[in-house]
């Protein structure tokens, strides 16, 4: 009953922005029909000028100048494949480098020299993953990547912050991991690149997704580990995992579908500011909650979840795990407990920039030195 109730106040509270937001900006009939049709990804530049300016005041014109330029990518590097060391020694030859091997010897090195003891909320990294950017500042390309002598190809590319969420989950030998929202299989393949998982569930709302997701293990992950008892690949609405399956698992990974803000302000196809899908976008906030609660439910006590977006919006980041949190706690008696990542700005801030202090989590800001981003990640320790 309480259950119904909060969520429903819930409910009740985004329709009263949805109303609010139209109410301001109706348009007489007569003139909509003879008002030009904006492209959607003007129609994202407004928005974020609007909402985005007022929350990140002096930093939004950066932000904004990396977001509308070309994004930076990393190669992260297959280690399954038996070609692999040929493959990095290629992509040092061509001045790229290891950041995340990079960030932790820079560290170890400053521990040394400064006889400190480790930064507190530092975080342990998982040395096997592989990750290679070029440098601050340089824009060139990565080639595509070539299948090597067994067919499996040596790297994927992908924005090097979506990695982050991936090492902040810290997999352990043995873990069995959810991804709930899983397709096209970016961070699937992060995960199991970390070689310690004992079981992988891959999961995505949406059948073409799920299909991308398959063909993406089956070109990067040799067929004797894709076993149904290793990976499971299923396609079913999120909000309903509880349904599906009782198991409770060490890690949950929920990078929930968001406003996309690079790809909104760059890309007509699929754009979610299409006057269209007005309804879907403002109803993302209610959708990302109640993914968040069912990975919530779907981790053991004890266990690990990581929520993540690529967007820069608050209401979708903090609002959200705010609002999942306090839910858990009143509706299903599941205390979370948002954990301190200040150790991993430390560590990536060579190579990443952060947005200063946040409540609770931390956010990767797009700049032109640095391109990558933008990408919220909060992580959550189930307690009980
Ligand atoms: C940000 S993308 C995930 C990206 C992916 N983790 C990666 O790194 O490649 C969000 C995904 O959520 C999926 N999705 C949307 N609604 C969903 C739902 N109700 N349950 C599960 N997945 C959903 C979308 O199809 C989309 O593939």
Redo the contacts with the bound molecule.
């Keep these: 009953m309480a259950a119904r109730t909060s969520t429903r106040f819930l409910i009740n509270k985004l329709k009263d922005s949805i109303c609010f937001i139209q109410k301001r900006n109706r348009v007489k009939t007569k003139w909509a029909s003879t008002r030009a049709k904006l492209p959607a990804t003007n129609l994202a530049l407004q928005h974020f000028d609007m909402v985005y300016k007022n929350h990140l005041g002096d930093l939004w014109p950066s932000v904004r100048a990396g977001m509308l330029s070309e994004q930076k990518y990393g190669a992260l590097i297959n280690s399954y494949t038996s070609g692999a060391d040929d493959v990095i020694t290629a992509l040092c030859s061509q001045g790229c480098r290891d950041f995340i091997r990079d960030s932790e010897t820079a560290e170890m090195k400053q521990e040394t020299e400064e006889l400190i003891e480790p930064a507190a909320g530092s975080s342990h990294i998982s040395s096997n993953i592989q990750c290679f950017v070029f440098p601050r500042g340089d824009i060139s390309r990565f080639r595509p990547a070539r299948p090597g002598s067994d067919g499996l190809l040596g790297y994927y590319l ?1 924005d090097a912050a ?1 990695i982050l969420p991936v090492l902040a989950l810290d997999v352990q030998p043995g873990d069995s991991v959810l ?10 393949l992060a995960i199991l690149q970390s070689q310690t998982v004992r079981f992988l569930w891959a ?4 059948g073409s ?1 799920t299909a991308r997701l398959q063909r993406t293990l089956q070109s990067y992950i040799p067929k004797e580990l894709r076993g149904e008892d290793r990976i499971r690949v299923t396609s ?4 309903k995992w509880r349904t599906m399956d009782d198991h409770a698992f060490d890690r949950v ?1 929920v ?4 406003t ?1 803000d690079r790809h909104s302000l760059l890309e007509e196809e699929n754009n979610i500011f299409k006057r269209s899908r007005t309804k879907e976008r403002q109803k993302l906030p209610l ?1 990302q909650i109640e ?1 968040l609660l069912a990975g919530i439910r779907a981790t053991r006590p004890g266990g690990v979840l990581l929520y993540s ?2 967007s820069l919006s608050p209401l979708q980041n903090e609002c959200v795990v705010e609002q999942a949190v306090s839910l858990a706690q009143q509706d299903m008696g599941i205390a979370v407990q948002p954990q301190d990542l200040g150790g991993f700005t430390r560590l990536f801030k060579n190579t990443f920039r952060f947005a200063p202090e946040r409540a609770v989590g931390e956010l990767v800001l797009p700049h032109l030195c640095a391109n990558f981003g933008p990408i919220y990640m909060c992580k959550l320790v189930r307690l009980a």
Excluded: M
């Design positions: 992908l979506s991804d709930l929202c899983a397709g096209p299989g970016g961070k699937t999961n995505d709302a949406s997704r079913v609405d999120g909000r990974l990078d929930v579908p968001c996309t959708l993914l977006t690529c």
